[in-house]
């Protein structure tokens, strides 16, 4: 496993509840991941996420508000976590929707900057 992988996993063990995270740049394409779904699942997840937070974020910055640092969107039975890592790469963590909010949010801005830290 690679650094990027053991910290995506320790994420996703940190927070019960949580599925998977993934590390992806600015095209939707993983760097690296760890889920306990397949793997297409979560680069899936990672690429889709992705392009909600370019567009979230170019809305956000032609409206003067400054680009997005983290974003979180609570399904009926999923929580889904994207925070921007640099301007080029982010990280999405998602959980069941019985996951604490707060911890995952806790985790995600704490994996973004050990992301940051091996990059």
């Known amino acids: 496993m690679s ?3 053991d910290i995506l996993k ?3 063990e940190r ?3 949580a599925v998977g995270a993934i590390f992806a740049d600015w095209e939707g394409e993983a760097v690296d991941q760890f ?3 397949p793997t297409l699942e979560i680069q899936l997840v990672g690429a889709h996420w992705g392009v909600v ?3 979230a974020t170019r809305s956000l ?3 003067g508000a400054g680009g997005i640092e983290e974003m979180w969107i609570e399904g009926e039975r999923a929580l ?3 925070r921007r890592v640099t301007e080029r790469y982010y990280v999405v963590l ?3 929707r019985a996951a604490h909010l707060g911890q995952a949010r806790r985790e995600l801005e704490h994996g973004a900057r050990t992301l940051l830290g091996e990059m």
């Open 35 to 37: 889920a306990h779904v």
């Open 10 to 12: 320790a994420m996703v």
């Open 53 to 55: 937070l370019a567009l």
């Open 3 to 5: 650094s990027f992988a």
């Open 80 to 82: 889904v976590l994207v």
């Open 15 to 17: 927070v019960p509840g």
């Open 61 to 63: 910055e032609h409206a």
């Open 94 to 96: 998602t959980a069941s």
